[in-house]
C-alpha cells in the first residue's frame, strides 16, 4: 500500500473564493485521481492528473472550475475555483501503485464546507 | 457503459448477526470487482478484491465471490461487529480501454448495534 495525505483536512470557505488542496503520495506511482463525494453520496471522478501536462476531466467537470496541477509522480493539486455552497463535499485523491496492480488507494479527504 | 448497482441502505443488524450486501454490475469484457469501506469521517479503504469469475476476496472476515454468470459481488460476513458500522462501496474497474478508471456503485451504509 501508500501512504497518502491530503492538505487540508477540511476548512469553511466563503462563495466566490478559491481553495487549493494538496495530494502528497509517499510511493511511486503511476496514476493519479480526484474524486468528489457530496455529502451522502457516492463518488464522482472530476480528472485524472496527468504528470507534466493537463488533466483528463469527465463530462461535467471543466478546467476552469477544478484546474489541477500535477508537477511529478507523487504530488499533485486540485484548485476549486469560484466557489459556490453546491461545491460542499468531500474531495479525495486517490493512486494506482507502480507496479501494475489494478487497485486504487486513497488519501484521507478533504471535507469542504462552502458558506 | 459501465455501471454498479448496490442494495439500498441503511442496513441495521445486531451483533454477531449475518450480513450480506448485494452488488451487481454491468460492464463489457472482464472487469475487476473490488469493495470498498468508509469509517465515519475517514477516507476509503480497500477491503477486498476479486480480478476474474470465480476469485473469492477475502479480509477481516469479509468475503465476496466474483459471478460471472450472475454478474454480482455480493458482499457477506458471517458474525458482524459494531466495528463494522461503516459505508460499503462496490466497485469496478475496467483494465482496457478505460484503465484504472473506477466506476463505484452508491454505497451501502451498515449499522450495527450492540
Known amino acids: 500500500s501508500a501512504v497518502i495525505s491530503q492538505k487540508p483536512s477540511r476548512d469553511i470557505c466563503q462563495r466566490g473564493t478559491s481553495l487549493t488542496i494538496q495530494c502528497q503520495v509517499d510511493?511511486?506511482?503511476?496514476?493519479m485521481f480526484w474524486y468528489r463525494q457530496q455529502p451522502g453520496q457516492s463518488l464522482t471522478l472530476i480528472a485524472t492528473?496527468?504528470?507534466?501536462?493537463?488533466?483528463?476531466?469527465e463530462s461535467g467537470f471543466v478546467i476552469d472550475k477544478f484546474p489541477i496541477s500535477r508537477p511529478n509522480l507523487t504530488f499533485s493539486t486540485l484548485t476549486v475555483s469560484n466557489m459556490s455552497p453546491e461545491d460542499s463535499s468531500i474531495y479525495l485523491c486517490?493512486?494506482?501503485?507502480?507496479?501494475?496492480?489494478?487497485?486504487?488507494?486513497f488519501g484521507p479527504g478533504t471535507r469542504l464546507t462552502v458558506l | 457503459g459501465n455501471s454498479v448497482t448496490q442494495m439500498e441502505g441503511p442496513v441495521t443488524l445486531s451483533e454477531e448477526a449475518f450480513l450480506t450486501i448485494n452488488c451487481t454490475y454491468t460492464a463489457t469484457g472482464y472487469p475487476s470487482l473490488f469493495w470498498y469501506v468508509q469509517y465515519p469521517g475517514e477516507g476509503l479503504q480497500l477491503l477486498l478484491k476479486a480480478t476474474k469469475a470465480d476469485d473469492k476476496g477475502s479480509n477481516k472476515g469479509f468475503e465476496a465471490t466474483y459471478r460471472k454468470e450472475t454478474t454480482s459481488f455480493h458482499l457477506e460476513k458471517g458474525s458482524v461487529q459494531v466495528s463494522d458500522s461503516a459505508v460499503y462501496f462496490c466497485a469496478l474497474s475496467r483494465t482496457t480501454d478505460s484503465w484504472g478508471k473506477f466506476q463505484f456503485g452508491a454505497g451501502t451504509q451498515v449499522v450495527v448495534t450492540p
Open positions: 492528473a496527468n504528470q507534466g501536462s493537463e488533466a483528463t476531466y
Open positions: 486517490s493512486v494506482v501503485l507502480a507496479g501494475g496492480r489494478n487497485e486504487q488507494f
Open positions: 510511493s511511486q506511482v503511476t496514476m
